[in-house]
């Protein structure tokens, strides 16, 4: 039995939106920008679209490999030489796409080998997609052309599938072999999410990166929270849409009920790249949704 989406011209609807949102996002990516212009235009693009964030778009620079958007009014700007992640997603009714890349700010190209080998690695793992495919030789092909330019994949970063509301929907696709048993069904749609670094290869947790999600739903006894589960679902949000003094204060009555992103930060300090597209797995390969 297959699992395509009944819906599926949505979910490539969708996809479309973030690419362009992702693009975006790369080009307003210039020595002086404040983060938090780029990420709501961003945000304010998927909308103009008909679509919603699926989640804030992530900035995280250098060290940072992912989980930070800026906090409301966050004067912080590029400098030249930052490496960029640029993650974005949008959702159509539930139907999510995942995309990211990299730039390196004002072109100083002291860091091209590490964006190419995310890419590769992108592009090795999409190879490898295919019914009935082992999740693994998706992973031994990202860490193998990873590692073919003497760098690191992120050993506990991954990708995942996804569903309908659901951003990880269980099914990892870790970016290193010898962890997953799992196989890919027809219809399936996941993320391909290589991390490349020059550090360890791990990650530790930093500080709060202004992103939290509603574990469940919180119920209908507090008006002004059920309004706000009805507009996120448990799909990350960020305090930067939380604007009016009843929807800050009920966050602050839920606060145990919501869970908390840290950045993650590369443990040996090491600079990372990250590439990701959304695809959707056919019977003798990939459809890349994400593209190009």
């Known amino acids: 039995m297959t699992r395509y989406p009944a819906d599926l011209d949505r979910w490539r609807e969708a996809a479309r939106i973030a690419a362009k949102a992702r693009e975006l996002g790369l080009s307003l990516a210039v ?14 693009f998927i909308r103009s679209e008909g679509a919603a964030p699926a989640f804030p778009a992530n900035l995280s620079r250098n060290d940072e490999a ?10 912080v700007t590029l400098h030249e030489g930052d490496l960029l992640k640029v993650d974005v997603g949008a959702h159509l009714d539930g139907a999510i796409a995942d995309t990211a890349d990299t730039v390196e700010v004002g072109g100083t190209h002291r860091h091209d080998h590490l964006i190419r080998a995310a890419r590769e690695g992108r592009a090795a793992g999409i190879a490898r997609v295919r019914a009935g495919g082992r999740v ?3 992973s031994r092909a990202i860490a193998e052309a990873i590692r073919a ?14 569903e309908r509301y659901l951003l990880h929907a269980g099914k990892s696709i870790p970016n290193v072999p010898g962890v997953s048993a799992e196989l890919l069904e027809e219809g399936e749609v996941i993320a391909i999410e290589p991390f490349a670094t020059n550090g360890m290869g791990s990650i530790g947790n930093g500080p709060f990166g202004n992103i939290l999600r509603f574990r469940n739903d919180p119920g209908g006894s507090d008006p002004t929270v059920a309004a706000m ?6 799909l990350p949000f960020t305090p930067r849409w939380v604007v009016s003094p009843d929807e800050v204060s009920a966050l602050a009555r839920v606060r145990r009920k919501l869970q908390a992103y840290p950045v ?3 443990r040996g300090r090491g600079m990372v790249a990250q590439a990701e597209h959304t695809v959707l797995v056919g019977p ?3 459809e890349v949704l994400s593209g190009p």
Request: hydrophobic content about 40%.
């Open 31 to 44: 020595p002086g920008a404040r983060l938090a212009d780029v990420a709501e235009a961003i945000e304010s």
């Open 66 to 75: 992912a989980h930070f958007t800026p906090a409301p009014g966050d004067p």
């Open 136 to 138: 693994d030789d998706v």
């Open 149 to 162: 330019r003497g760098l690191k994949p992120i050993v506990d970063l991954t990708g995942h599938s996804i």
């Open 229 to 234: 589960f009805s507009r996120f679902r448990t």
């Open 264 to 266: 993650f930060v590369e």
């Open 284 to 286: 003798s390969g990939a």
